[in-house]
């Protein structure tokens, strides 16, 4: 066991994406330098009094590429590696950083320690990269304890362009800008200015700090993803809610919870939570919830028996139905459990 108020240890897990990306001097093509050699690379970081280790993902992906098994690869490092480290950092592409970070934030039980997800939109070996700030400040968030040696963030987290915010909470919101990530229904968990302000009040803490860790790595990935839209089919709302092979869907409505009230959408919709589908919904706007009793086309979902998503994130309630539903095999709990906050990722 490890005395708390030792020279704290971080371990950085690289999984390719453009941070980890350097300008082949012949050729000026990118591609991914060894980051055993990341001290080189970053020598900032020798100015930390922490022990620093790296773990290189192989083969390296575009996070394009994600896929689930991956997130089952990243919880299981993370629970070998527990007890040897006191923080850990995610290198990962931006382009679905925030589907991993929410999967993670629901797969990891009882986290103590910080997770820190980054990346940058330039590659760390350009002159102009974000990515030498994300990286340095994420290392100086995932160390930081206080004064009776816990973790101040002791979550699945995303930092980015001076920013810390829940890893369930965010999306990438620009493609070019290096202010890519938002929370829009969570305020930031840190700013990074001059010193790194911590905000405890919005900062999720495990309720029983003495569990150990637990992870869930059996993910049910059976869920469709349906955004509403003026001009939809009921041949698409049909193959989508009543598709073989699907046990939920993430409706993503107009507005407060919005969709189609006419007869045809209500009825696939009444005939999917009939055969026992779970139905979800959430907005498709950037920030505000879901809330049925608005209007008359919301209610039509609510007594067709959609659950409400609230004010989670399209990303947050897919990381959490592939949890849950990994879990429990019983789509009534599962439902009762869409509704319950159980990272931070939903407002109640
Ligand atoms: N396509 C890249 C990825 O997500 C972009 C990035 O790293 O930001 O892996």
């Known amino acids: 066991m490890r005395n708390p108020f030792d020279k704290s240890s971080i371990l950085l897990i ?18 991914p330098f060894d980051f055993s050699q990341i001290l080189q690379e970053v020598p900032e ?11 290189t993902f192989d083969p390296l992906i575009d996070s394009s590429d994600v896929e689930p098994s991956m997130w089952v690869k990243l919880a299981e490092l993370i629970k070998e590696k527990y007890e040897e480290y006191d923080g ?12 991993s970070a929410s999967a993670l934030s629901f797969m990891l039980d009882h ?31 995932a160390t930081a304890r206080d004064r009776h040696g816990k973790a101040v963030v002791p979550e699945v987290c995303i930092f980015f362009n001076s920013q810390l915010l829940r890893g369930n909470r965010s999306c990438k919101v620009n493609s070019t800008s290096f202010d890519a990530f938002r929370s829009p229904n969570w305020p930031a968990l840190a700013d990074a200015g001059i010193s790194i302000r911590y905000h405890e009040h919005a900062i999720h803490y495990p309720a029983i700090l003495e ?86 086309t919301g209610k039509a979902l609510a007594d067709s028996g959609v659950i409400s998503g609230g004010d989670m994130t399209t990303e947050g309630a897919l990381g959490k139905l592939f949890v849950l539903m990994g879990e429990y095999p ?19």
């Open 211 to 296: 569990r150990k860790l637990e992870i869930h790595t059996n993910l049910d990935t059976r869920v469709a993803i349906l955004k509403i839209h003026p001009g939809i089919t009921a041949q698409v709302a049909r193959n989508v809610l009543l598709g073989e092979g699907i046990r939920a869907v993430i409706l993503e409505t107009y507005g407060s919870g919005n969709a189609i009230s006419k007869p045809w959408f209500t009825d696939i919709v009444k005939e999917a939570t009939a055969a026992g589908k779970i139905l979800l919904n959430v907005t498709q706007c950037l920030a505000g919830e879901v809330n049925m009793g608005l209007y008359a």
């Open 111 to 141: 986290l103590r320690k910080p997770v820190v997800f980054t990346g940058s939109q330039l590659p760390i070996g350009s002159l102009r990269t974000d990515g030498r700030e994300n990286l340095i400040s994420a290392v100086e968030i």
């Open 88 to 99: 850990f950092i995610v290198l990962h592409g931006t382009d679905t950083m925030a589907y």
């Open 45 to 55: 970081l020798r100015k930390f009094s922490s022990k620093i280790d790296s773990y």
């Open 14 to 31: 690289y999984t390719g994406g453009t941070i980890g990306m350097k300008e082949d001097p012949k050729t000026q093509a990118l591609a």
């Open 330 to 348: 019983d789509n009534e709990k599962v439902k009762a459990l869409l509704e319950k906050n159980l990272k931070g990722e939903i407002s109640k």
